[in-house]
């Protein structure tokens, strides 16, 4: 049986992943944003929480890491980048390691630069990935403690990734993110039909998320860095592009 998700909203406009493994019953959190709500889920679905995976650090990800473990018992991962500022940590995993849900695999990809050790968890299997705060919908997490060059290196990790995979974000926040990419990137047809289609879905209340990296390739304006059409309105190579993006972001 496929690996099971359930995406739900917590806090203002975060959402809450539980992963289940139907043969083996075991569930993980992915983040903790809201404690309360991740064990009620779980009970709504039936599932037994084993194990979290935190992506980083910040409060609405990991601030339910000990509530949960103490309602269930379940064991703690964590970026080793930032596992001195998570609480509970069991273990500490970074890139190239693995973590096991069940029968299930993930690979732990590092996409330092939201924060220093930001960690991103890819199950081939199932073709998904969960991101975090690192990339989002037509956007990046902000660069609150990397550097440009670290934040691109993660990208280019992330863009190395199947198109077909399915990215689950943290946030929705993606509205937003289409304009300031239709200020970045302006000619892109892609990127027209995406907003097209974003501003549907949130007129009528629906998740952006999880959306498919292909997509994201030819219209996220952070993912195309590397592209000489962005390169020639934001300046430089593509490190320095994605920095003067970032930078723009942050005051659009």
Known sequence: MPLLIHQF???SDNYGFLIHDAQSGETACIDTPEAEEYLDQARLKGWRITQVWNTHWHKDHAGGNLEIKAAT???ITAPAG????IEGVDRKVDQGDT???GGLTAQVINVGGHTVGHVAYYLPEAGVAFVGDALFALGCGRMFEGT????WASLKRLKALPPETMLYCAHEYTASNAKFARHADPDNAALADYA???AGLCGSGEPTVPFPLGRELATNPFLRADAPEIQARWGGDAITAFAALREAKNTF
């Open 9 to 11: 909203p917590c806090l």
């Open 196 to 198: 097209q289609d974003v």
């Open 82 to 85: 930032d596992a001195a500022k």
């Open 99 to 101: 973590v096991a849900l």
């Open 73 to 75: 018992g379940a064991s």
């Open 148 to 151: 440009a060059e670290q934040f």
